[in-house]
């Protein structure tokens, strides 16, 4: 009954931080045996990112790295790139997210783990594409989002506050790993006709762009008219030559707002966004839910093109009708006449939610030891015949023993990579 999809599928996991980390927690979660390297002594990145008690791992590492083991191993040592080395040859996916460079650099480039293993699926996150005039700086989640459109596609679009604005989404890098995802699945199916591993390149910039599609869409159509119909600045503002920020419009052809609610003095959060659907049907729903008959047969409304034209006023005259109710209250109202609408929600309202706790949406993992539970986002879709397992996260280096015995290593060699800081970090770095 529980079919793990990627069951007996072995990952090498060289990535750290987010990108890479959630395209290799995805992996797990889905059945798949993930090794993740991590430097003896230093371990992830995150492992020591916005940590709540100096002594433990931040939940920024927590929510990334469940389900995986922990081999401690510097990849630099000759004896730590025999072990990699071994781990290769058996493995169907190596995953890497280093800076621009730095497999090359150690000897396991796409082109070495091919030799090494034909099978080996290689997977890589940059910052841009091999094409890009870019392609060799260092990203983070910014970068991507700066240069993909995205950043100067939202926010405010006057005002002080008219500034390039990043998503509160993670578009260059959560999103970089799910697109990995992607072509990792792809590739193993791939494999499977040709017996052979594929090269798997992922742009934090490509993932973000893929998102930002739309922007791209509006592009063409602005060149080729000169304003767009659907923005807050049309039609009584103009245009340049680039795709200008939007505020909160909702992006496709339909009418969206966000409106204020009971309580937005005080409450950030105490908005909701409205919808009105262009068709004729779903408007004249959309006015009786709101008591805006008289749209009905006043040409400024009455049509979608009208409406483009005098969305500001709509803006005005719908949040009169929010203003008073609170947010819940208003997509009480106005679902039942199919208006597509819902409360802005914080982050402390959804993880409160317990509807959420559905066994994935939201899902407490025990962590066990002075971290106990901790909640994180489950794998974000279902599958009828299974049920991901969600367990603890690993602590650094916690399984090398386990893996360098599946590898045949002595218990002596064992220890002689620990005394020589292939397993574990030297003395003197110990000490640091
Ligand atoms: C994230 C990023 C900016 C960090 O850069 P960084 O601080 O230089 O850190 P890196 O992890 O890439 O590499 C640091 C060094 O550690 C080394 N290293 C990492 N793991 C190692 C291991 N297990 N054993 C030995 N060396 C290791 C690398 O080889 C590198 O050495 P070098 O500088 O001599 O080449 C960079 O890795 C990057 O741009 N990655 C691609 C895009 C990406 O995924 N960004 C993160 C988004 S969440």
Same mark, same amino acid.
């Given at each position: 009954m529980n079919n793990a999809p990627l069951q007996g599928i072995k990952v090498i996991d060289f990535t750290e931080v987010q990108s890479g980390p959630s395209c290799t927690q995805m992996l797990a979660w889905l059945g798949a045996e993930v090794i993740k390297i991590e430097r003896p %002594?230093?371990? #992830?990145?995150?492992?020591? /990112?916005?940590? *709540?008690?100096?002594d433990l791992p931040s939940y920024y590492f927590l929510q990334l790295n469940s389900d995986k083991k922990s081999l401690a191993l510097d990849a630099k040592t000759p004896d730590g790139k025999a072990i990699l080395t071994k781990l290769i040859k058996e493995a169907d996916v190596f995953i890497e997210n280093l800076h621009p460079g730095a497999m090359d650099k150690l000897g396991f480039s796409w082109e070495e783990v091919h030799k090494l293993n034909p099978k080996c699926i290689y997977g890589t996150i940059k %910052? *841009?594409?091999?094409?890009?005039? *870019?392609? #060799?700086l260092k990203a983070y989640e910014p970068i991507a989002q700066v240069t993909a459109a995205a950043a100067s596609t939202t926010?405010?679009? /006057? %005002? /002080?506050?008219?500034i390039p604005t990043q998503s509160g989404a993670a578009l260059g890098d959560s999103n970089t790993g799910m697109h990995l995802t992607i072509g990792i699945l792809a590739a193993l199916m791939q494999r499977e006709h040709t017996g052979e591993g594929s090269y798997v390149y992922q742009s934090m910039h490509n993932a973000c762009l893929n998102l930002c599609r739309i922007k791209t869409r509006d592009q063409l159509t602005l060149d080729r008219i000169g304003y767009l119909t659907q923005f807050p600045q049309y039609p009584d503002q103009k245009f340049g030559d680039f795709v200008p920020r939007a505020g909160n419009?909702?992006?496709?052809g339909v009418l969206g707002w966000t409106y204020k609610c009971k309580g937005w003095e005080t409450d950030p959060n105490a908005y909701v966004y409205v919808i009105l659907q262009r068709g004729a049907k779903d408007f004249e729903l959309a006015c009786k839910g709101l008591g805006f008959e008289d749209w009905l047969t006043n040409p400024d409304f009455n049509t979608a093109d009208a409406r483009d034209r005098h969305k500001q006023e709509i803006y005005k005259r719908i949040e009169s009708f929010t203003i008073d109710k609170d947010k819940m209250e208003v997509v009480k109202l106005l679902s039942p006449y199919g208006i597509p609408c819902g409360p802005v929600l914080s982050t402390k309202e959804i993880m409160s939610d /317990?509807?959420?706790?559905? %066994?994935?949406?939201l899902v407490k993992i025990n962590?066990?030891?002075?971290?106990g539970e901790f909640v994180t986002v489950g794998c974000p879709f279902t599958i009828s015949n299974y049920q991901p397992v969600y367990g603890p996260c690993p602590e650094l280096g916690g399984n090398t023993e386990e893996v360098l015995t599946s590898l045949g290593y002595t218990a002596e060699e064992q220890a002689q990579f620990k005394a020589n800081g292939t397993t574990a970090p030297l003395p003197k770095e110990a000490e640091k």
């Open positions: %002594g230093v371990g #992830d990145a995150t492992r020591k /990112e916005l940590q *709540f008690d100096p %910052g *841009f594409p091999l094409s890009s005039r *870019f392609k #060799d926010g405010w679009y /006057e %005002g /002080e506050y008219n419009m909702e992006g496709s /317990e509807s959420l706790y559905d %066994g994935n949406t962590q066990g030891g002075k971290i």
